[in-house]
């Protein structure tokens, strides 16, 4: 089965139905707000960006990752976030992050990342609040930086007095991983580096984990389904335009974002680093993809260099 | 063990000199057109920046704080950064022909690099000893290396994108650059 991009992208935003839903469910309607307002926005500023650059707009030629984008971003910021808020998030992905870099397969880095990476550093405390965390049920900081400054409990005592909550993030982390398996099963990400991320996420994991002491950094099961690990994973960094060609470069890019991402949960300030992780990661994209084309066309120019 | 380490995530990576505290911006645009370049002017930068610490620290701390004149030590680190580069420059003539046709004319601006004068400044604080001072001016040149090689090669990667005229060139560069020190925001409370 050969599918045009338009379709593939379509593909991908089915597959991101039943991790959206399973959000919805837990956390109301601020899921589904997100997503609508996103997906208008994104559409009207990648028609403007169009017009601007003089490319002709037609419903066939509409580029179906202005969604998948808008899709991304909704999932990463807290439900019913102002439209503001949104807005400068829709514009930092696709005006700036796609279209100032020459359209759709152009970008060197992920735009959704781009989005939701400005919209995190300008408006750190309007996103730190999140639904389902806190006693009151309603809102409070994320697992993750609950976990982070549990106070000297340990792992076992904060999973007791969190259960609810750890119960409902793995359901979302599952519904997405599901999504997940299926595009890969169709064939349509370069898989490598979903595994890359997982590999180093787990490889780190394990090698600051002590048994779950009040100290602990956490368990690799524990990263595996908190934050926005497990979507990443499978959709964030298999975006083709932004990951390196080459199958060692792949494992490489995977890697280097899992690790990261570990490193900025355990030890920086911002409780998760995904979008952080992945744009360090997209910086190396060209070394890397420069590295795979040598060893592919110029080994023997390589050769005789000095 | 800790302390080191600590330092030296730092000066590579939280405080990298060219994204988190925008010094050596000058290389860091001017430069970086090709990989080539970019890659020659990290590495020779990192060696002017390791061996001007070397002689600095001492100078420092040897001359400067005895004699009661430290508000001296920025011509003195200027003058010991020329005299630097200078050698170095007389070293790369005479020696690496392959290296001194890619840097050319770029090789004396060197000493003109912000970040060399700022890592010399930096590392001489009192309560840093010499094995502190040496790691974190290795963190910061091979932070400035890394920084200026993967951007040489980005840059040559958009000189193949349909990068909208008014974007082409500089404009482009300072919005990927501004990315890419967004990326390195996600680093800040590490080490601390």
Redesign the interface.
């Known amino acids: 089965m050969v599918l045009s991009n338009q379709q593939i992208m379509g593909v991908f935003c089915a597959a991101l139905v039943p991790g959206t839903a399973a959000m919805t469910w837990l956390w109301g309607w601020g899921v589904v707000w997100n997503l609508a307002i996103l997906l208008c926005l994104c559409a009207v500023i990648e028609v403007l960006c169009k017009l601007l650059r003089q490319s002709p707009v037609t419903l066939t030629t509409f580029d179906v990752s202005t969604f998948v984008t808008a899709w991304l971003i909704a999932l990463c910021l807290p439900p019913a976030t102002p439209v503001l808020v949104l807005a400068s998030a829709a514009v930092a992905s696709i005006a700036l992050a796609k279209h100032v870099f020459g359209g759709a397969g152009h970008s060197l880095f992920n735009p959704a990342m781009v989005g939701y990476a400005v919209a995190l550093v300008s408006f750190p405390e309007l996103l730190a609040s999140w639904p389902g965390q806190a006693v009151d049920g309603y809102s409070g900081a994320t697992l993750l930086s609950e976990f982070r400054y549990r106070e000297g409990r340990t792992v076992e005592e904060f999973f007791d007095s969190q259960a609810s909550a750890f119960s409902d993030q793995r359901f979302i982390a599952l519904c997405f991983a599901a999504g997940g398996l299926v595009i890969w099963r169709l064939g349509l990400i370069a898989w490598r580096t979903s595994v890359g991320v997982l590999a180093g996420v787990t490889l780190c994991a394990m090698l600051g984990y002590d048994g779950g002491a009040s100290t602990s950094y956490g368990s690799p099961y524990f990263h595996w389904y908190s934050g926005g690990l497990l979507l990443a994973t499978f959709f964030v960094v298999t975006d083709p335009a932004t990951h390196p060609r080459g199958h060692a470069q792949q494992w490489l890019f995977g890697i280097l974002v899992g690790v990261v991402v570990f490193v900025i949960r355990a030890f920086g300030s911002y409780p998760d680093g995904i979008a952080f992780a992945v744009l360090f990661a997209n910086s190396f994209t060209p070394l890397l993809n420069r590295y795979a084309e040598r060893r592919k066309h110029t080994p023997e120019v390589e050769a005789n260099r000095v | 063990m800790g302390e080191l380490a600590v330092i030296l995530i730092g000066a590579l990576l939280v405080n990298n000199f060219v994204l988190a505290q925008f010094l050596g911006l000058c290389p860091f645009m001017g430069i970086t057109r090709g990989?080539d370049t970019a890659a020659a002017t990290g590495i020779v930068t990192t060696l002017v920046l390791c061996l001007t610490m070397v002689l600095s620290y001492p100078l420092y701390h040897a001359i400067l704080v005895p004699l009661e004149v430290t508000y001296l030590r920025i011509i003195a680190f200027i003058a010991v950064t020329a005299g630097v580069v200078a050698a170095s420059a007389f070293y790369i003539r005479t020696t690496r022909h392959?290296l001194h046709q890619v840097l050319g004319s770029y090789l004396p601006l060197i000493t003109t690099n912000c970040a060399v004068l700022g890592v010399a400044l930096l590392a001489t604080k009192p309560d840093l000893t010499l094995l502190e001072t040496s790691v974190f001016s290795i963190g910061a040149a091979t932070g400035f290396t890394i920084v200026m090689?993967?951007?040489g090669?980005?840059r040559?990667?958009?000189t193949h994108?349909?990068?909208?005229a008014p974007?082409q060139g500089i404009p482009?560069a300072l919005?990927?650059a501004g990315?890419?020190s967004?990326?390195?925001?996600?680093?800040?409370?590490?080490?601390q």
Do not use: R
């Open positions: 990989y392959a090689v993967a951007f090669a980005l040559e990667q958009l994108s349909a990068i909208p974007f482009i919005i990927s990315i890419m967004l990326a390195l925001m996600g680093f800040v409370g590490v080490g």
